[in-house]
């Protein structure tokens, strides 16, 4: 038999399954937590040679790098230069000599991933040791293992007795309470570029992924799937590729939602194309409109505004998040959902809040703010830093801000509506 405990789910779960450490035996339910990529497959099945036993069943599709991952409750420690050895037991159909790779990823107290290749030579059970050398961190969160590391042709493998030594228990993150809202739009004037419930018919051609992911857990409590990709700053962005550009001309608009957790200061969106050369175009979230944290939200900018940053809007070839300025000193949890090109406004299609007005504008003293519909529920404004500085509920077609009391600059109003759809307007004091 092998040993004991284990790890958390390759998803954050929502709704409260037991999260576990190393070493992994593969003995209880909760074991079964693996997250495929690349086209492999994992799933936890009875030892081929003890029925009495538990393996986790790893099949590549014969990808160079393809695997399965698992993010840990407990952080591997691998900061004792004596105490930093892995060891697992893995098991291989013949004697052929193949390639295969243990990593480590999300550290933030040291290098944040490190990982070792191992050949497996024998047919049958083999233990594997791996040395992971000195100088390195303490929480270690996400364990990573790649079924072929460049090795041509598919398998089946099986591992068990996952050890190494275990450090601090891992931080439990902030969890949205429920999914993002479905988007209500036409497919016809979609181009889908993450979204799994509106079932799309154009979407974006993923080639690759690069970065570093967290999860894409199902914030749905229900039988019905809703998934959204989950981002940890404090480790690093993630983004998506394809293998040539795409022409999205047709499209005017680009939104996402977006829940952040507290302390979340904002994050980068980044549409990025190729067209005589790869340039990335930079929405940020805290700069262009304030942050707002724990409370699903959705953005809407238009395509002009990358395309007059240089956008090429006829050669869109990768999209990805990022910590905010590209520093992952501006950490936290943020989940995304329903990343979407649109031919128009989902504010249209919404129907909510299809026309308002702001003056004077710039003002001293007083802005008004106006629209053709009876829905308002709150104001907020924010200053240029992201900071909320007036908060006004209103319940009508027409809310009066005072202005006297701030300082000369850029604001930016938040609008919110009863059925909790939001705009954002600029305002100006001078």
Sequence with gaps: MRKITLLCLAFILPFGMMAQELPLDFE?????AFAPFNGATSAVVVDPTDATNNVLELTSNGAPFDGASINMSTFIDLSDDTNNTMTLQFWT???????HLLKLEGATNGPAAT???FDTTVAGWQTVTLDFGPNLADDYPKLVLFADANNPGTGIYYIDDITGPNGEVVPIDPIPSGPAPVP???DAEVYSIYNDSNGFSTTFPVAYT????SGEPDLDPSATENKALKFNFGVAGWGQGEGGPDDVSAYDFVSFDYWAGVGVVGFDFVMISNSGGVTEHKYQISIQEPVVNEAWTKVEIPMSYFTNLGFADTAFFQWKV????DSVDNNGIVYMD???LTQNSLSTNRNELTSFSAFPNPTNRIWNIQTNNTNIQTVEVYNALGRLVKSINVNGAEVKIDASNLTNGIYLAKIISQANNTQTIKLVKQ
């Design 210 to 213: 690069f970065g570093t992911l």
């Design 184 to 186: 209500n739009v036409p």
């Design 93 to 99: 159909p013949d004697a052929t000599t193949r390639t």
């Design 338 to 340: 329903n990343v979407l």
């Design 28 to 32: 209880v339910p909760e074991d079964n």
């Design 115 to 117: 990982e070792l290749y």
């Design 322 to 325: 990022s910590p905010l300025n």
